[in-house]
């Protein structure tokens, strides 16, 4: 795959995705174009995902054309796609970990508190837990490197808890009538109940006790 090829696929998942604001059945008509051939497809979906961290796109959003393209076969590229345009927002986090927490007391804050959540959960279950949860995937990821975690922990912990996602997602793209109607979006509500409370279950008694901990910290105590 040359340079030429991903800067094009790039060009045309950022001009889809942009269609879409303005008419859904342009996109389609444009997605359905790409996944007539399943490299010229293969090809905007990796550029899609390599440029998706720099413009705050949703990463559902990846594992919606997935499903699209290649149906439920999509999952497992979907899983991938995932786990990988995780990895910039997580390494500019874990780079620049010395210099924010030195120069930011918020970010020293996070830091401390993802440490001790970390420390008593494992990095594994502490990142898959919080995939689970519906908050901004970029949050976590950035997160995730502030405090400090191994790079085996993030993407192992980051394959698991969006993996739910990545079927919700990869299950709107097979639709193309649902599709059409609702929009590349994963925000059903009973969806976003269940995914959470799997998220609480997981972190509920590591992150009661890191915050018992901070507290104690901060009192001067034991």
Do not use: K
Not at 170 to 186: F, I, K, Q, T
Request: charged share 10%.
């Amino acid at each position: 795959m040359n340079r030429r090829n991903v800067l094009g696929g790039a060009v045309v998942a950022v001009a889809v995705v942009l269609a879409w604001t303005a008419s859904p059945a342009a996109a389609l008509a444009t997605l359905g174009w790409l996944a007539a051939d399943p490299l010229r497809f293969g090809v905007a979906l990796v550029a899609l995902a390599a440029v998706r961290p720099f413009l705050a796109w949703p990463t559902t959003l990846i594992a919606v054309v997935a499903g699209f393209g290649y149906g439920w076969a999509g999952v497992p590229v979907g899983a991938v796609l995932l786990t990988a345009t995780a990895v910039p927002p997580y390494w500019l986090a874990r780079a620049g970990r010395v210099r924010l927490v030195n120069g930011s007391r918020a970010v020293e804050r996070v830091s401390s508190a993802g440490g001790r959540l970390v420390d008593d959960a494992g990095a594994l279950r502490a990142v898959a837990g919080t995939r689970f949860l519906p908050v901004p995937a970029d949050a976590v990821s950035v997160a995730a490197g502030v405090s400090n975690v191994g790079p085996r922990a993030f993407l192992a912990g980051t394959a698991i808890g969006e993996f739910p996602w990545v079927v919700a997602g990869v299950a709107v793209g097979v639709s193309a009538d649902r599709l059409a109607s609702e929009g590349p979006g994963v925000a059903d509500p009973g969806l976003l109940i269940a995914f959470g409370l799997a998220g609480t279950l997981l972190l509920a008694g590591p992150l009661y006790r890191a915050i018992q901990s901070g507290s104690a910290d901060r009192d001067g105590g034991p």
